[in-house]
């Protein structure tokens, strides 16, 4: 069933093709997860930066916002920008993923992300997870690309101002980028709370998703 209870949510999975990826999109979303389910299994997976300070950084910042969770993080090492060329290396690894968990949700870039690093990720995952309620999640940057998202998680202020906090915190090798600041962090927040009625939310898109309404 491609669905999602929160009573019986236990396991997570979380698949970034570059390290800050996965806190960019839904660090919010995992704050509020962990918090609210200390011992909470948190499998991720991030494609590229092994053996560089971004996996110094992405160990350091999941820690940070999967707070008393049973964290399992992989980085690997495929070529920053170029994954569609390493395909069968970045399908074996998602492959490698799903056979060491099955987990009640998955967190994943869009497919309609354009960055085509998150893309190809994407796709992969949506066919690898196919029996999985995967929500894909966005990356705020230049290309203009964020879309009309249907569904949203709700963060409260806390979560939020956390969120914002920890990704300047544990991420310094990221300063430089013109698009990578608190106010830019919030300021997507804050329009995606005003869509569904809070303060704050992290919004994600959806494949698919099977409903039961006959109980």
């Known amino acids: 069933m491609i669905g999602l209870s929160g009573a019986r949510l236990h ?19 995992l704050l509020t997860l962990c918090r609210a ?17 971004r996996e110094q950084e992405e160990r350091a910042a999941l ?14 090492k495929l070529p920053d920008g170029r994954l569609p060329a390493h395909w069968d290396e970045a399908k074996a690894a998602v492959e490698e993923l799903r056979a060491r968990t099955d987990p009640d949700l998955v967190l ?15 796709r992969l995952v949506t066919t ?5 309620l995967v929500l894909g999640y ?3 940057k230049w290309d203009g690309d964020l879309g009309r998202p249907v569904a949203y998680q709700p963060l409260t202020p806390q979560n939020a101002e956390d969120k914002a906090r920890l990704l300047q915190e544990h991420y310094p ?24 009625h809070t303060r704050y939310a992290e919004a994600f898109a959806v494949t698919k998703l099977t409903l039961d309404l006959g109980e």
């Open 11 to 29: 396991r997570v999975a979380a698949v970034g093709a570059h390290c800050d990826d996965i806190a960019i999109g839904t660090g919010g979303t």
């Open 37 to 53: 389910r200390p011992g909470l299994r948190v499998d991720a997976l991030v494609l590229t930066g092994a053996g560089t300070e």
């Open 63 to 76: 820690t940070a916002f999967c707070p008393d969770a049973d964290l399992r993080l992989t980085v690997l």
């Open 108 to 122: 994943a870039p869009r497919t309609e992300d354009a960055h085509q690093d998150h893309r190809s990720l994407a």
């Open 128 to 132: 690898a997870f196919r029996d999985h």
């Open 138 to 140: 966005e990356i705020v």
């Open 173 to 196: 090798s990221q300063h430089h980028r013109p698009w990578y600041d608190r106010e830019a962090f919030l300021g997507l927040a804050r329009i995606r709370g005003i869509e569904c």
